[in-house]
T-cell receptor, first 114, second 111 residues
Framework: ETGVTQSPTHLIKTRGQQVTLRCSSQSGHNTVSWYQQALGQGPQFIFQYYREEENGRGNFPPRFSGLQFPNYSSELNVNALELDDSALYLC?????????????FGPGTRLLVL | QKEVEQNSGPLSVPEGAIASLNCTYSDRGSQSFFWYRQYSGKSPELIMFIYSNGDKEDGRFTAQLNKASQYVSLLIRDSQPSDSATYLCAVNMGGNNRLAFGKGNQVVVIP
């Protein structure tokens, strides 16, 4: 157990809808990164939040957005869902300022878009 | 060129044998390297990290790093059926501290 929690565990949406995924970071960690993992692929970096601000973004469109709260928990929002958004969404927490900033993953949210 | 490449197909090893996994990366400035294990339907679990050239051993796992060749490997000694999983190589790309992952290598340990 990494101490990183995510909700919900599973979600089914239809194309065009919006979804919000939530993540609570490990105690003592101040940074949350979000990844998308399609079936049979490695995780792809979506973005990272540090001190409630976006601290880097991968190659994802603006309809993917996020928030970080003062308690370091985070949300990932996806608007106008597309079929290709079906994937496992992972959040990882880490502590900026520690050596190499190792990231620990939560259990993930599996999203299916119909 | 992909940032992190794991090119080997599924790897089947007999129980008790050594499983060897390889990974190459493109950014010569990368400083931190990780191996994650992912069981089917689960999230990645960190099993090793390495920052310096050479070998790092942790129990039955050994990570090897060669920065000059931009190459990272993982050896699993005395493989057990519980080691059957997909192994993901990840490289910290610096800058915004994002991890770039390879596609993963599936390992099947045959009893």
């Amino acid at each position: 157990e990494t101490g990183v929690t995510q909700s919900p565990t599973h979600l089914i949406k239809t194309r065009g809808q919006q979804v919000t995924l939530r993540c609570s970071s490990q105690s003592g960690h101040n940074t949350v990164s979000w990844y998308q993992q399609a079936l049979g692929q490695g995780p792809q970096f979506i973005f990272q939040y540090y001190r409630e601000e976006e601290n880097g973004r991968g190659n994802f469109p603006p309809r993917f957005s996020g928030l970080q709260f003062p308690n370091y928990s985070s949300e990932l929002n996806v608007n106008a869902l597309e079929l290709d958004d079906s994937a496992l969404y992972l959040c990882a927490s880490s502590l900026v300022g520690t050596r190499r900033e190792t990231q620990y993953f939560g259990p993930g949210t599996r999203l299916l878009v119909l | 060129q992909k940032e992190v490449e794991q090119n080997s197909g599924p790897l089947s090893v007999p129980e008790g044998a050594i499983a060897s996994l390889n990974c190459t990366y493109s950014d010569r400035g990368s400083q931190s390297f990780f191996w994650y294990r992912q069981y089917s339907g689960k999230s990645p679990e960190l099993i090793m990290f390495i920052y310096s050239n050479g070998d790092k051993e942790d129990g039955r796992f050994t990570a090897q790093l060669n920065k000059a060749s931009q190459y990272v490997s993982l050896l699993i000694r005395d493989s057990q059926p519980s080691d059957s999983a997909t192994y993901l190589c990840a490289v910290n790309m610096g800058g915004n501290n994002r991890l770039a992952f390879g596609k993963g290598n599936q390992v099947v340990v045959i009893p």
